[in-house]
């Protein structure tokens, strides 16, 4: 069934009409009482779509499914589809899908099902001029696959009334949510760049950002740091939100400090424009806006939970009245109406204009963001900050694992009932384990049986639960999301993942009690992030590294007609010195020969110019050796390394050393904490050696991802190894030179950086020496 929050309808009518699926306008005037997570998780997304066509499959003939139905209450539009309709019977049903005990459900869960199956039995009545109606809620248990019927009669001037009530409540938040639209929309179209001008480069970024949205595609855009990236994508964006009739813009990061940067973005701008009432939302992760970590989320668990429904409108209300939302600011107005932060975001994401979180809450496989875009048919502009890590990011969101030893403890203390199935599963994949000769293999297809058992025992963790709401055991519960997550990925396994098992521990001459490891790995994104493309009306995927292009809209699935920009450094060549030290190898097989050339020319640049370097090298243990000859050759330079385990105290504590007086050398793995996203201008970094061409250790699932790239991009070695190796190597190398007075010099160590298709990756604004 279609649910929608309510938005404002196309630009012409914008100022009259307001349109409100009935879920949404029945979420908010008749949900009440304590928020009660506990009759979920029941069915997953897939359960409750096959539930429905079990019902309706039972229908007769006549049956009509799926009725769309509309109705207008002065300025509102109210829409949606009812599940379906007997004629014979004059029945509309609302069908729910459940597991358990439908004793069990909360009262709030079931009052909105009436409201929403009363208003859709008036829709139906006005379009077909019935007189009367019989309304009923069909509940169907997943498990039993028994319905359950709730049937009332109602007439159809008692629906209408009931259908004017429920408006009523909900037109004053409509009327001023399209007048806040009306007013954001003037502002916007009035809105100045924030600053006297744009930098180098901005315009050229923001040009290609508002075209993107006025033709409605995608957007791949390379653009330099210092040319101010977030405020050049968001001005646009924000320009075209009110020339294209966009509802919201999603910025989302990889990281919190890119967050900030978004939200230090809209402070700029709404600094410039005071009249701008513009909402700002910040999404944070359930761990760090949880207030009861402790407690379940229930009113007879968690204070913030019981009446949360009730004191909603009051929070919501205020929060509206906030332009800047971000953590503080969501924790501040949630604590002060006695709701929980966490559920009160997701809340105010339906009523703010940008929302800035984290790349899961779009692209995931449950992402927020996204189904309620989807059910809302909202017009969102999507923005994807530092896009070089959209590919391992969405890889891991699409992939899942699941460890054998984690199983067998669960077996030990299980509760009875879920002994066999458990046990099941175990059975399977012993047996996998046994058939397997090597410790790593990949297959072509799924151990059906194992992911049957898999299934079946996710089933019955699912009744348990759902049968005892009070057992509560954290071991099965995360075993429990690991295998719905395994099951649903195993449901779309195809030629974008590999299935592997690695098996570990093995007993002596290959015994039954091994360890094993069981992945499904994602290695092209793309199939799962289209609909997310598909589901905007403008994406941009932006970053200092996207080159090549075609390896990123490849592997993430751009939409045909994606558009591309590289925006050109507002850096001079002569600002950064590049040397290619070609004499040396830093190959695996060379590396202890590699060690004293390179402390050699490192000590060789140190004492032609003092002052703060980082040197990146491949792993920590070429890392040590490096810095403790470098140590013994140079002893004068002051050396720190990057610890093999490292919290934030010690993360910051490396760059504090960068001091725009200090001087000596921090040792660093490329493509760790302090390959990318860190920020020393000036004298705190002046140069980097770069000890390294990044490739990707050469391993069995290394080389697995190899083939599967060449059979489907014919570029195996290309996008496996070279192009994520070189983006590291560009991003580290990027920490040098960070605003346009800055100087410095970059080392790059190994013979290979002089071949020609190397140096095509390197940034076109450096001078290279040939
Ligand atoms: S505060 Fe924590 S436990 Fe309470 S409802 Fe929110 S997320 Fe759940």
Known sequence: MTQASPRPMEAHEMATKYTVAVRALCEFTAKAGDLDLRFTPSPTAQEGIAGHGV???????????EIALSGEFGPLHVRGRADGYDPKRNQLEEIKTFRGELERMPGNHRALHWAQVKVYGHLLCAARALPSLRLALVYYDIGSQKETHLVEEHSAAALQAYFEAQCGLFLAWAEAELAHRAARDEQLQALRFPHADFRPGQRELAEAMYKASARSCALLAQAPTGIGKSVGSLFPLLK?????????????????????????????????APLLPLRTLELAARSTACEHPDKACHGESCPLAKGFYDRLPAARAAAVRQPMLDRAGVREVALAHGVCPYYLQSELVRWADVVVGDYNYYFDVTAMLHSLTVMNDWRIAVLADEAHNMVSRARKMYSAELEHAGLRLLRKTAPAALKKALDRVHRQWSALEKEQQDDYHAYDALPEKLVNALQTAATDIGDYMAENPAWFDADILDFYFSVLHFTRLAESFGDHSVFDVTIANRGAGGGTRADSVLCLRNIVPAPFLQPRFAAARTTALFSATLSPWNYYSDTLGMPAGTAWVDVASPFQAAQLTVHIAGHISTRYQHRDRSLAPIAALMGEQYQRQPGNYLAFFSSFDYLDKAAALFEREHPHVTVWRQPRRMGEAERDAFLARFTETGQGIGFAVLGGAFGEGIDLPGARLIGAFIATLGLPQLNPVNERIRERMQAIFGAGYDYTYLYPGLQKVVQAAGRVIRTTSDTGTVHLIDDRFARPDIRALLPAWWHVPG
Request: aromatic share 6%.
């Open 55 to 65: 019902v309706t499959s039972r229908r007769d003939d006549d049956y009509e499914r």
């Open 240 to 272: 075209a939100a009110a020339a294209h009739g966009h509802d919201k813009i999603f910025f989302l990061a990889a990281k919190t400090s890119g967050r900030r940067m978004a939200l230090d973005a809209v402070e700029n701008i709404r600094a410039s």
